[in-house]
T-cell receptor, first 114, second 117 residues
């Protein structure tokens, strides 16, 4: 079975500050890991993904995440927050089979203040 | 990237009626599609895995007679909420993965906001 845990349901940062959203996973097979962003009443947009290649993954909008097997972590970071980054962020895990669903964490709401 | 289209985006129905939500893969064939439900300010809960030409696989606690899933073709899966009640009001999202291996990614529909009155 696979699962993800997102530590912190709500993270608040100031504009220009570092963003760190935490995600730990559990998987009995090599995991594929994803970060998605969701704006109110909209679907999900992929930020980045780890699929067993480079452990440091760069995504859109300046986000990146590092896969650390020893810590079973896949934390999302951005050096400098922007007001437009305020949204809901979801970490998800799956395997390399197309017939396997993504399992999502509970999500972290990111607030950015000026 | 691949496109998954979901329709309708919003629907309001009366209690006791049924509502059908469509999920289409526009530029790829999807043997498998996934249906999620999202409560306000909550995560996406996997409801079921829809398999083309066979019965859907439901997650524990999801009523299969309540949420009917049909996957009649490689590009279309439908979710029908039968005898809807206000507690069925939610945001429903479908998803599909065009491929496997290192290039795999899940694509999501725009979601359907169901309100049962």
């Amino acid at each position: 079975a696979q699962s993800v845990t997102q530590l912190g349901s709500h993270v608040s940062v100031s504009e220009g500050a570092l963003v760190l959203l935490r995600c730990n996973y559990s998987s009995s097979v090599p995991p594929y890991l994803f970060w998605y962003v969701q704006y109110p009443n909209q679907g999900l947009q992929l930020l980045l993904k780890y699929t067993s290649a480079a452990t440091l993954v760069k995504g859109i909008n300046g986000f990146e995440a590092e896969f650390k097997k020893s810590e079973t972590s896949f934390h999302l970071t951005k050096p400098s927050a922007h007001m437009s980054d305020a949204a809901e962020y979801f970490c998800a895990v799956t395997d390399n089979q197309a017939g396997t669903a993504l399992i999502f964490g509970k999500g972290t709401t990111l607030s950015v203040s000026s | 990237g691949a496109v998954v289209s979901q329709h309708p985006s919003r629907v309001i129905c009366k209690s006791g009626t049924s509502v059908k939500i469509e999920c289409r893969s526009l530029d790829f064939q999807a043997t498998t599609m996934f249906w999620y439900r999202q409560f306000p300010k909550k995560s996406l809960m996997l409801m079921a895995t829809s398999n083309e030409g066979s019965k859907a696989t439901y997650e524990q606690g999801v009523e299969k007679d309540k949420f009917l899933i049909n996957h009649a073709s490689l590009t279309l899966s439908t979710l029908t909420v039968t005898s809807a009640h206000p507690e069925d009001s939610s945001f429903y999202i479908c998803s599909a993965r065009p491929g496997a291996g290192a290039n795999t990614e899940a694509f999501f529909g725009q979601g359907t906001r169901l309100t049962v009155v």
